[in-house]
């Protein structure tokens, strides 16, 4: 059975920095694209960046690109997301994700982790 959680989520201060691990079991996240999502209340979820299984290739919503990395330890089987220059909008639950095989769709999901960015 698949499992994704999340942690490291917080309070903290516009400008600071933040770094979300995704412990995976029931899969190795190295044979997957592996995905951070994140939702506002009230919001839909938004993706937030992805990293492939084979070449460590990497995608980012225009959003984050250049403040916010994705990164893997396959020994760990965990997935990162390192946030820097964080901003109040940047406030959401961020959510873990493995996409399946062959498609674009993610169909399993950590329990979320709550950031907050104040001013």
């Known amino acids: 059975q698949v499992q994704l959680v999340e942690s490291g989520g917080g309070l903290v201060q516009a400008g600071g920095s933040l770094r979300l691990s995704c412990a995976a079991s029931?899969?190795?996240?190295?044979?997957?694209?592996m995905g951070w999502f994140r939702q506002a209340s009230g919001k839909e979820r938004e993706f937030v960046a992805r990293?492939?299984?084979?070449?460590?290739?990497?995608v980012y919503a225009d959003s984050v690109k250049g403040r916010f990395t994705i990164s893997r330890d396959n020994a760990k089987n965990t997935v990162y997301l390192q946030m820097n220059m964080l901003k109040v909008e940047d406030t959401d639950v961020y959510y873990c994700?493995?996409?399946?095989?062959?498609?674009?769709?993610?169909?399993?999901w950590g329990q979320g982790t709550q950031v907050t960015v104040s001013s």
């Open positions: 994700a493995k996409r399946r095989i062959g498609t674009s769709r993610y169909d399993s």
């Open positions: 029931g899969l190795t996240i190295r044979s997957y694209y």
């Open positions: 990293i492939s299984g084979s070449d460590d290739s990497t």
